[in-house]
């Protein structure tokens, strides 16, 4: 079916620790992820994408994998600033711009 | 190059009444589509919209309903508002060959 969920609801980590928020999918046939964050009073913004060919997608201090076996999504941040406060989703492209969200996880960065 | 504008910001109607909620997207990107986002049930799709046609349509009630004109600019309507409309919508536009949906700030909805 169309689902897509999340471990955590909340996360809370030390200013400099890494972060890792992880979701989880349940079509199989999906093709592309998508992870968004959103910070208060304001709409989501793109972080990272990856495509079911690939493992593993770096972009600037955030790294995407993707385990297709267990159908299992993960963003890792490093080195957490406070301007990483936010809900992070994650979405799955279901063709023709429709996105399935997972719920969010908060993560919370402590000084 | 600006981003996605909704308007209005902010919006309180009375059960009942219909409410049009605007969006202009990213000069250039042709598709629009609608998001409702909630605490219990988070982002759900409501419709998408390409070139004026509909191209894909979340499950929501018949009251809903959208459209998009020429210009790529997009309208969504609620019908018979009920409590449970009170939502933030937001809108995002992709360009044409991409897959990355820009997203508006919203517009804070509240039925009383």
């Known amino acids: 079916g169309e689902s897509v969920g999340l471990h955590l609801p909340t996360l809370s980590v030390q200013e400099g620790d890494n972060s890792i928020i992880n979701c989880a999918y349940s079509n199989s046939a999906s093709d592309y992820f998508i992870w968004y964050k959103q910070e208060s009073g304001k709409g989501p913004q793109f972080i990272i994408d990856i495509r079911s060919n690939m493992d593993k997608r770096q972009g600037q201090r955030v790294t995407v994998l993707l385990n297709k076996t267990v159908k299992h999504l993960s963003l890792q941040i490093a080195a957490t600033q406070p301007g990483d406060s936010a809900v992070y989703f994650c979405?799955?492209?279901?063709?023709?711009?429709?996105?399935?969200f997972g719920q969010g996880t908060r993560l919370t960065i402590n000084p | 190059k600006a981003g996605v504008t909704q308007t209005p910001r902010y919006l309180i109607k009375t059960r009942g009444q219909q409410v049009t909620l605007s969006c202009s997207p990213i000069s250039g990107h042709r598709s629009v589509s609608w998001y409702q986002q909630t605490p219990g049930q988070g982002l759900q799709f409501l419709f998408e919209y390409f070139s004026e046609t509909q191209r894909n349509k979340g499950n929501f009630p018949g009251r809903f309903s959208g459209r998009q004109f020429s210009n790529s600019r997009s309208e969504m309507n609620v019908s018979t508002l009920e409590l449970g409309d009170s939502a933030l919508y937001l809108c995002?536009?992709?360009?044409?060959?991409?897959?990355?949906?820009?997203f508006g700030q919203g517009t804070r909805l509240t039925v009383v």
């Open positions: 995002a536009s992709t360009p044409v060959g991409n897959t990355e949906a820009f």
């Open positions: 979405a799955e492209n279901m063709g023709a711009q429709k996105l399935v």
